[in-house]
């Protein structure tokens, strides 16, 4: 059961700031594989994420130089092969994630497709998904309903809902995007669940 929302009824900006504040619940995911692994640079993906914050704030005369962000995001990108740990898989969903956002940025509102909202939306949950299978297969067979209805899947359902209803009426502004962040942040948890420190 994948999140299908009606992207294109966003504008450029909604759609940056939905994209921006799913990835704010995926980041502290790739913070703790950095840690653990000794791989990547969390502080550059967090000052990313800042910058596209800036960004969207229209009283901000900010220019971004989106090749040279997505050359060094690459660099920061692990290649699952060479971990053996769960952890390098929401890792690489943040990378992507932010790949896309910045293409997202960079579409100018273009994309008629929306493919770029719809993989950070993908992404997001698919991580969800594939952590609570995880855990799910301690406990034998994992049928594809107990996946639907598992606690944190229906809680990415509700987050994602919740926010693309949000941003359908709110103004474009700097307000909007704290009370956004502040919305998903609410729990002090990531998407999966952990805590974000």
């Known amino acids: 059961m994948t999140i299908l929302l009606p992207f294109a009824t966003l504008s450029h900006w909604q759609q940056i700031t939905f994209a921006g504040a799913l990835i704010e619940r995926m980041l502290p995911n790739y913070q703790i594989f950095s840690e653990n692994s000794q791989f990547g640079d969390y502080g550059l993906l967090r000052n990313q994420l800042d910058l596209i914050w800036q960004w969207l704030d229209k009283n901000s005369q900010i220019k971004i130089n989106i090749n040279a962000q997505l050359n060094k995001l690459e660099e920061q990108t692990p290649d699952p092969e060479k971990f053996d740990s769960f ?84 103004a474009e502004n700097k307000r909007s995007c704290l009370l956004a962040k502040e919305m998903v942040l609410a729990e002090g948890l990531s998407n999966l669940g952990i805590e974000i420190k």
């Not at 940025?105 to 949950?125: A, M, T, V, W, Y």
């Open 87 to 170: 952890g390098v898989f929401p890792a690489l969903d943040v990378c992507m994630a932010m790949m896309s956002i910045w293409q997202l940025i960079q579409s100018k509102g273009k994309d008629d497709n929306h493919n770029d909202i719809h993989s950070i939306s993908r992404l997001s949950d698919n991580s969800v998904r594939y952590y609570v299978e995880i855990l799910l297969l301690d406990e034998g067979e994992v049928p594809p309903a107990s996946i639907n209805e598992h606690p944190l899947t229906v809680w990415e359902q509700e987050t994602q809902k919740e926010l693309f209803d949000f941003l359908t009426f709110t």
